[in-house]
T-cell receptor, first 116, second 115 residues
Framework: KQEVTQIPAALSVPEGENLVLNCSFTDSAIYNLQWFRQDPGKGLTSLLLIQSSQREQTSGRLNASLDKSSGRSTLYIAASQPGDSATYLCAVRPFSNAGNNRKLIWGLGTSLAVNP | DAGITQSPRHKVTETGTPVTLRCHQT?????MYWYRQDPGHGLRLIHY???????DKGEVSDGYSVSRSKTEDFLLTLESATSSQTSVYFC??????????????FGPGTRLTVL
């Protein structure tokens, strides 16, 4: 059974620091992996989606990598800002969820605080 | 932002009453999802739809039913609300077909309190 883990559960860093958030999954048979951001009291916003055939995706100061063989993904945030403070979640779509079954397996998220 | 609205945004109800939450999209996406989010449990899928009148259960479907009579609307009904269904409910949508991805786009959420 696919499981997704995000460690640490919470992280506090000073502004300007480059940081890495981790996501691990137990089964490498996945279609893709997604990273989301959630601000307090808000819905989730998709940040990056990496297909299983890809190694990384970039958007602005964000870079997400995928290593299926080790069951890991990292979200790299460059030059962090207080506005990056949020909870970051990752989710995978396993091969077992094929066809019309688009269900995702979710991690519990990492709560990030960037201090001015 | 994807055009997804949820109504109501907040609701307080009493145990034993039926409750219906509505998700409306303007993106014409095929897939729609209902999640609940609770501290310590993260996001859990309740039901999802892969087309008009086509729905399937998620991991926490007991006590919930759904209907999708139009592409744009996905309704979640709590048949007889219980305190354990106090939660924040999110609707999400995603596309289907060649050239699309599995990216899910989320609505703003509905905070439901069952007294």
């Amino acid at each position: 059974k696919q499981e997704v883990t995000q460690i640490p559960a919470a992280l506090s860093v000073p502004e300007g620091e480059n940081l890495v958030l981790n996501c691990s999954f137990t089964d490498s048979a996945i279609y893709n992996l997604q990273w989301f951001r959630q601000d307090p009291g808000k819905g989730l916003t998709s940040l990056l989606l990496i297909q299983s055939s890809q190694r990384e995706q970039t958007s602005g100061r964000l870079n997400a990598s995928l290593d299926k063989s080790s069951g890991r993904s990292t979200l790299y945030i460059a030059a962090s800002q207080p506005g990056d403070s949020a909870t970051y979640l990752c989710a995978v779509r396993p091969f077992s969820n094929a066809g019309n079954n688009r269900k995702l397996i979710w991690g519990l998220g990492t709560s990030l605080a960037v201090n001015p | 932002d994807a055009g997804i609205t949820q109504s109501p945004r907040h609701k307080v109800t009493e145990t034993g009453t039926p409750v219906t939450l509505r998700c409306h999209q303007t993106e014409n996406h095929r897939y729609m999802y209902w999640y609940r989010q609770d501290p310590g449990h993260g996001l859990r899928l309740i039901h999802y739809s892969y087309g008009v009148k086509d729905t399937d259960k998620g991991e926490v479907s007991d006590g919930y039913s759904v209907s999708r009579s139009k592409t744009e609307d996905f309704l979640l009904t709590l048949e007889s609300a219980t305190s354990s269904q106090t939660s924040v409910y999110f609707c999400a949508i995603s596309e289907a077909g060649l050239g699309t991805t599995d990216t899910q786009y989320f609505g703003p959420g509905t905070r439901l309190t069952v007294l």
